[in-house]
């Protein structure tokens, strides 16, 4: 505590909380939130899990709810599941665990593949045709939304 004098030569305690420092923890901790929220906004466009690829575009599309699982097909031909790499022969192995493990009902009701646009179509049917053969009820192709060209 700060002690004072005064002229009669008493001690006196001050008791007041300095607010300089918290004042100064405050203003930075907004700084930081409005930084991270501005950044978040910008992520609507970016898929909700998997890595990111470049998307087809596609004029007829339906935005359906989130998927557990998510296959992303990279411009290299490689294949994640939920972002860990897997591959054609072990694919159908891991969508079953992913389906039994997963901790929703619609595990295995809806997938969503992230094909990359430069991505060779037999790639893509592979897939689904082992998402098929795992038992998954609906295969879903990510797609983007073209520019809207009403604003040019």
């Known amino acids: 505590m700060i002690r004072t004098r ?6 006196r305690t001050i008791t007041g909380i300095n607010i300089t420092p918290f004042t100064d923890v405050c203003l930075v901790l907004l700084i930081i939130f409005l930084l991270t929220a ?3 906004i910008h992520r609507d466009q970016m898929p909700e899990k998997g890595i990111i690829v470049p998307l087809p575009q596609a004029d007829n599309t339906t935005i359906l709810p989130a998927a557990p699982i998510i296959i992303d097909i990279d411009d290299t031909g490689n294949i994640f ?10 694919l159908h192995d891991d969508l079953i665990y992913f389906a039994e493990n997963y901790p929703t009902d619609n595990a ?4 969503v593949i992230n094909a990359d646009k430069q ?9 689904i045709n082992i998402a098929g053969k795992a038992g998954v009820g609906t295969v ?5 939304d073209p520019p809207d060209k009403s604003a040019e």
């Open 6 to 11: 005064r002229s009669n030569n008493t001690n």
């Open 38 to 40: 501005s950044d978040l």
């Open 81 to 90: 599941l939920n972002e860990k790499l897997s591959s054609l022969d072990k």
């Open 108 to 111: 295995k009701q809806l997938i």
């Open 119 to 127: 991505i060779e179509y037999e790639k893509v049917i592979q897939v």
């Open 140 to 144: 879903a192709l990510a797609t983007v």
